[in-house]
């Protein structure tokens, strides 16, 4: 076990739905991430949080929207998704995100299948 | 553009070989690399690193190798076992001028032999 824990582990939800994914992390880190792995592509990061505040996002649409209540906890709410969208959805933290090469801890992610 | 890549997608090694994995990177300011394992069904998890300060450092059965010269970096498996047998990735850290962000590679399949 990393100390980074996802639920739920897999998810299938229909285009109209709603649904959010759960991250979180007892590694008394600072800044979280999410991450997508789609097959044969190599990982795509989406948001970065520090210290709660989101200080990255990669041109990520909006039908997916993070929320970071607190350095432990994030969350990926979605809404409206394509089935383009069914991957791997990876949550890491960090000690910090403003080191010059920080190591990232990796949750075992959620399977999401849009259909 | 700068892209971190790797040489081979599938490796097949026999059981208690060494393996060697490898991957090349283009971005000359990168100065932290990290190998991270991936088995099915789970998330990647963390090897090893090694900074640019270093040619080499070694773990548990592993050893990472840096090349700044012509921008490689290895993982090499020693006794390589059957629990080996994964994706391997490699992530850098130069994409951006901080060097906070991580860029990864799109990961090497070891497959191991009994």
């Known amino acids: 076990e990393t100390g980074v824990t996802q639920t739920p582990r897999h998810l299938v939800m229909g285009m109209t739905n709603k649904k959010s994914l759960k991250c979180e992390q007892h590694?008394?880190?600072?800044?979280m991430y999410w991450y997508k792995q789609s097959a044969k592509k190599p990982l795509e990061l989406m948001f970065v949080y520090n210290f709660k505040e989101q200080t990255e996002n990669n041109s990520v649409p909006s039908r997916f929207s993070p929320e970071c209540p607190n350095s432990s906890h994030l969350f990926l709410h979605l809404h409206t998704l394509q089935p383009e969208d069914s991957a791997l959805y990876l949550c890491?933290?960090?000690?910090?995100?403003?080191?010059?090469?920080?190591?990232?801890?990796f949750g075992p992610g959620t399977r999401l299948l849009v259909l | 553009g700068e892209s971190v890549g790797l040489h081979l997608p599938t490796l097949s090694v026999q059981e208690g070989d060494n393996s060697i994995i490898n991957c090349a990177y283009s971005?000359?300011?990168?100065?932290?690399f990290i190998w991270y394992k991936q088995e099915s069904g789970k998330g990647p998890q963390f090897i090893i690193d090694?900074?640019?300060?270093?040619d080499k450092r070694q773990g548990q059965r592993v050893t990472v190798l840096l090349n700044k010269t012509v921008k490689h970096l290895s993982l090499q498996i020693a006794a390589t076992q059957p629990g080996d047998s994964a994706v391997y990735f490699c992530?850098?850290?130069?994409?951006?001028?901080?060097?906070?962000?991580?860029?990864f590679g799109g990961g090497t399949r070891l497959m191991v032999k009994p």
């Open positions: 890491a933290s960090s000690q910090a995100h403003g080191g010059r090469g920080e190591t990232q801890y």
């Open positions: 992530a850098e850290n130069g994409n951006n001028n901080a060097g906070n962000m991580l860029t």
């Open positions: 090694i900074r640019s300060n270093m």
């Open positions: 971005n000359s300011a990168s100065d932290y």
């Open positions: 590694l008394g880190h600072n800044a």
